[in-house]
């Protein structure tokens, strides 16, 4: 036991590839929504800054009016640990966080021509639901109708809306299914890899909590 516990401690571990390029990305996020699982999120993106190249967030809740404020109150909480995470990687500064192009998002939908209206709905059952359309330009009759919801992982449909060439979702090709959830293997396959570095990034603060 003694000689495997030695080789345990002196074996070296591969460390994780890093790309070559940092991406930029924009994030829209749930924050100032009905959920306090978006401020978690977004204390966790903030920990892994040092990745990419953060060029704006916006707050576009489901459900609720959304508020930039709350992204700048997490950047305010960001700003207790920020020194000793910045001892361990090369995250943001918060003085660097406060300026990016910081929003609430207001989107009732539009109209795209040719009677095809376009509209943000997100819903967690499936079913059909009742809708009806309504607009303060003046002669605009309100128009009622039905959409169906389905939550499938295994197909897609003929009626799904491409809204635009750099959108990813999750991919429906056969090998790249999990447990019967599509696209869930790039996860599984590095998720013990994801959940390391997430928990030494959190030791780094653990000296805080005392």
């Not at 401690?9 to 990305?25: F, H, I, L, N, S």
């Not at 192009?101 to 989107?107: C, F, H, L, T, V």
């Not at 359309?133 to 295994?154: A, H, L, M, R, Y």
């Not at 570095?197 to 909590?209: E, G, H, V």
Request: charged content about 20%.
């Amino acid at each position: 036991m003694a000689a495997l516990l030695l080789l345990l401690m002196t074996t070296p571990t591969m460390a994780r590839q890093k790309p070559a390029e940092k991406y930029r990305v924009l994030i829209s996020t749930d924050i100032g929504g009905t959920d306090p699982d978006d401020n978690q999120s977004l204390a966790h993106l903030m920990m892994y800054s040092d990745e990419f190249q953060l060029e704006g967030l916006v707050s576009s809740p489901s459900f609720g009016s959304g508020s930039a404020k709350e992204i700048l109150h997490m950047i305010d909480v960001y700003e207790k640990d920020y020194p000793v995470l910045k001892r361990h990687a090369d995250v943001m500064a918060p003085d660097d966080l406060r300026p990016l192009d910081i929003r609430n998002q207001k989107w009732n939908g539009y109209y795209k021509g040719n009677g095809l209206y376009v509209l943000r709905h997100s819903t967690y059952y499936t079913g059909t639901l009742n809708y009806t359309i309504t607009s303060t330009i003046k002669g605009f009759d309100p128009i009622t109708g039905q959409i169906t919801v389905e939550n499938t992982w295994n197909r897609q449909n003929e009626t799904d809306y491409q809204v635009g060439s750099q959108w990813w979702t999750d991919s429906y090709a056969p090998e790249d299914y999990w447990h019967n959830c599509a696209g869930a293997r790039h996860q599984f396959v590095t998720r013990e890899e994801i959940m390391e570095d997430w928990a030494q990034r959190w030791s780094w603060l653990k000296a805080l909590s005392f």
